[in-house]
């Protein structure tokens, strides 16, 4: 066997890279067709024809430059010794876009193979893509793949073994004439700028060899610093102000871009006969005026299945469980078990987790359904169509994505900050982010909009999704006309062909986040249950028959007064509150195990009996959405911003507003109501 292959994965958001390191290593990382879900580098090993490879999965980018946390951590990672190999993995049904990284790479000197993935879509298209002239311009091995029909894996990992200690070959064919005079003297290079340009280069390279002479490639340091790349100027510490009077970055890729519209012209056939499926699709899904309606015209849909579907299922799950408790419970009343430790396992656990795992089913429908709209390129346009917005609200047109992150689970939102260029930005968006709703309060939803609004039930609920966003922008706006010294940057995003998604990639995606919901059931779910069990049945004398005389009980009373002008001021919707901090989910097994009932009739009941009106319901759905995150997004906000006081502020800013809301949710509604 021989020694282990170091291979890097790098290309641009939405080239299929994760996908592709799938294939090989069988990891189970999220792929989704926006930009920002990969934002550290993940590792992966396998063998191959004797070789060991260690793959290494890194951010998606679109060039070396230093202005992002992810361009920076994918830069630094390949200038390492430790990587032999760079894959770069391009779109091959979009190498206009993909190809300027592939330049900035080759320039970097390290051994690159170029990896073309999607090349069934480039066929389907009626497009063709000369194999052979494309090598020979660039210098580096080719090969077409692709990772969605796993062809051409073999093929790419033989290259990447063959060409371990290659270097880029030369010479190349440019789009330079013979009177260029001091560039053709530079026809080594793959990419050969104008003369200018390349006499300051060979200026820099001069000085960087007296500076440090152990540089490797000066060739690459010389191009970053005539781009004023700050982390290359910062490496050297020196003025270069006399070579460099300006910023040459428009000229270099202006020039690149010259370059690979020469490539294109050689090696690209039929470009014209690409699908116009994509560009008729567009003129209504990222039109100025429909965009943002159609958007939430799909999000509806959604839900409607969520919940029509879903409901249907949930239904034979209930029974189910009524059918299993009551055979837990009489088998343990016929071996005569204490009736504190029966209550405990059938109302306690049974009830609480069983409670939880009763809206699998519309979990499972919610995440089957948004992993087809990301894996077909629907939710790169939502980005799209938001950023204008995101602009005017004082947000960066990026911020959008980890909000966007948002509707799935808080934690990889705030992760997904990181792709923010300035701090600024990324603490403001970590503010809001939490405001949009996550699926662990969905249940939620679920629960009180069957309860209290029937045949509105999906109303209801999908407008928890619209007053969250809304909140968020409210939000963001007032942080914007306190802040004056935030800066925005537009969005720049890849807009991916629209595909038919991948069963294996959707298959994926939504076991992930099943397996995430059962985990949590299992684990914080479970032992939350156990512990509203105990504080609803242990008292200062004891064990207590009537759970009003619990801990629980005198605890959550003194919140009463406080939360009446909400609405709910019931201790038993309080204590359900407070359990909320865990996980939101417990706020749904907290109700099961209070009531002593899994039955959404019979809770119904039990909740108007105690003065619990629609209108509360509503309030207390918009609290559970607006008000502290669950612990675990709590841990991350402060682990992201590396600062207590923002955390501490988050936190309190959050609770404020929820409880702004419910009571103006509540108070109006008796307002309007008294009107009518």
């Known amino acids: 066997m021989s020694d282990v292959i170091n291979v890097a994965f790098v290309g641009n958001p939405n080239c299929g890279k994760t996908t592709l390191f799938n294939d090989y290593t069988g ?97 389907e298209r009626g497009m063709e893509i000369d194999t052979h002239r494309l090598p020979e311009m660039l210098g580096i091995p080719v090969i077409g793949v692709s990772a969605r029909k796993k062809t051409g894996l073999d093929v790419l990992m033989h290259a990447v073994a063959h060409h371990r200690h290659a270097r880029i070959e030369t010479p190349q064919h440019h789009h330079h004439t013979d009177d260029c005079g001091h560039a053709m003297r530079h026809m080594e290079n793959v990419v050969v700028y104008s003369d200018d340009i390349e006499q300051k280069i060979d200026m820099l390279i001069e000085r960087i060899h007296k500076l440090r002479p152990e540089t490797i490639n000066p060739r690459y340091s010389a191009i970053m610093i005539l781009s004023n790349d700050e982390e290359t100027l910062s490496e050297f510490d020196c003025d270069f102000s006399d070579i460099v009077p300006r910023s040459y970055e428009a000229d270099i890729i202006n020039q690149k871009y010259d370059f690979i519209e020469e490539v294109l012209s050689e090696c690209l056939m039929r470009r014209a006969e690409k699908s116009r499926s994509t560009d008729k699709a567009d003129a209504i899904l ?31 799950f209930l029974y189910a469980l009524e059918h299993f408790s009551d055979i837990v419970s009489g088998a343990m009343s016929e071996i005569n078990v204490s ?32 992993a087809f709209l990301e894996d077909s390129g629907y939710m790169s346009r939502v980005a799209y169509v938001m950023d204008s917005i995101m602009l005017k609200i004082g947000l960066s047109g990026r911020a959008f994505i980890p909000m966007l992150l948002g509707f799935g689970c808080s934690v990889p939102a705030i992760m997904a900050t990181r792709t923010l260029e300035h701090r600024r930005d990324r603490l403001k968006t970590m503010f809001v982010t939490p405001f949009m709703s996550c699926s662990a309060r969905l249940p939620i939803y679920v629960l009180f909009s069957q309860m209290f609004f029937k ?8 407008s928890m999704y619209v007053l969250g966003a809304v909140t968020a922008i409210i939000t963001a706006k007032l942080i914007c006309w306190f802040d004056k010294k935030g800066e925005t940057n537009s969005l720049l995003i890849e807009l991916p062909e629209y595909k038919m998604p991948n069963p294996h990639t959707i298959a994926i995606y939504v076991w992930e986040k099943i397996r995430d919901y059962l985990t949590k059931a299992g684990t914080t779910i479970f032992v939350a249950s156990i512990v509203v ?63 002593c009932t899994t039955d959404t009739v019979s809770l119904a009941l039990q909740l108007v009996a105690i003065g619990f009106t629609p209108l509360s319901a509503y309030a207390m759905m918009a609290f559970c959405l607006l008000y502290i995150p669950c612990v675990a997004t709590i841990a991350t906000i402060y682990r992201e911003s590396a600062s207590l006081r923002f955390t501490a502020a988050t936190v309190l800013a959050q609770l404020l507003v929820a409880y702004t809301a419910a009571v ?7 307002i309007i109501l008294a009107m009518l």
């Open 286 to 316: 990222l039109h100025r005026i429909w965009g943002l309606p159609m958007f939430l015209l799909i999000m509806a849909g959604v839900f409607f299945l969520t919940f029509t579907l879903g409901d249907a299922l949930k239904e034979l």
């Open 27 to 123: 990891a189970r990382l999220k792929v989704a067709n926006y930009p920002g879900v990969t934002v550290e580098k993940k590792t992966g090993a396998f063998s191959f024809h004797q070789n060991e490879f260690k793959l290494i999965d890194l951010p998606g980018i679109y060039s070396l430059t230093s202005y992002t946390i992810e361009e920076r951590l994918t830069r630094r990672y390949i200038l390492e010794d430790e990587v032999d190999v760079i894959v770069d993995v391009a779109d091959a049904s979009s190498l206009e876009r993909n190809l300027f990284l592939t330049l900035s790479l080759i320039e970097l000197g390290k051994s690159v193979v170029l990896a073309l993935n999607m090349m069934d879509i480039v066929t």
């Open 664 to 670: 103006l949710i509540f108070q109006g509604g008796n």
């Open 455 to 462: 045949e509105f039930a999906i109303l209801a609920a999908f």
């Open 339 to 370: 009736p504190h430790i029966e209550s405990l396992v059938v109302d306690g656990i049974i009830g609480g987790v069983g409670a939880i795992l009763s809206f699998l089913p519309n979990i499972f429908i919610l995440f089957l359904s948004l």
């Open 533 to 595: 069990w105990l504080v609803l049945n242990i008292g200062p004398s004891g064990f207590v028959e009537n759970i009003s005389e619990s801990f629980g009980a005198l605890a959550a009373s003194a919140l009463v007064p406080v939360f009446s002008l909400a609405g709910l001021g019931q201790w038993q919707i309080c204590l359900a509150i407070i359990s909320g901090l865990a996980a939101k989910e417990v706020v749904v097994s907290s109700m099961s195990v209070l009531f």
